[in-house]
């Protein structure tokens, strides 16, 4: 009994250290929304990660999250930071050809969601 429950623990962490940590970028979907949420509203909220990534894999970043991924070092952790790079990201051309800031002045995300 006792070597059956060693074997599980063990095969249990052998496991769990193959397996890779999640690489979601939460605190700048946070901060996105603390900044642009009075503006967009319910549409932060329904768009989630899409507002930087498109499809399914995170890896896969849109027009917006590529100009935020230039902005802000990887990994960043630091609120002040962040907001510092949505609002130096704001000045920079969409696709439809108005800045960012113009279309969250609007009411809209700064590019459309694409889930897949």
């Known amino acids: 009994m006792r070597r059956a429950i060693l074997i599980v623990l063990f095969g249990g962490l052998v496991c769990a250290s193959l397996t890779a940590p999640a690489s979601a970028r939460k ?3 946070d901060e996105f929304k603390e900044k642009y949420g009075k503006e967009l509203g319910k549409t932060v909220d329904d768009a989630k990660c899409f507002v930087c990534h498109v499809g399914k894999s995170k890896k896969n970043r849109n027009d917006y ?9 990887k990994n960043e952790k630091d609120k002040a930071k962040i907001s510092e790079a949505l609002g130096k990201i704001e000045e920079e051309k969409s696709a439809d050809g108005k800045s960012f800031g113009e279309l969250i002045k609007e009411g809209k995300l700064p590019v459309e969601p694409q889930k897949e």
């Open 65 to 73: 999250g590529m100009a935020l991924g230039k902005a802000v070092s």
């Open 27 to 29: 605190q700048y979907y």
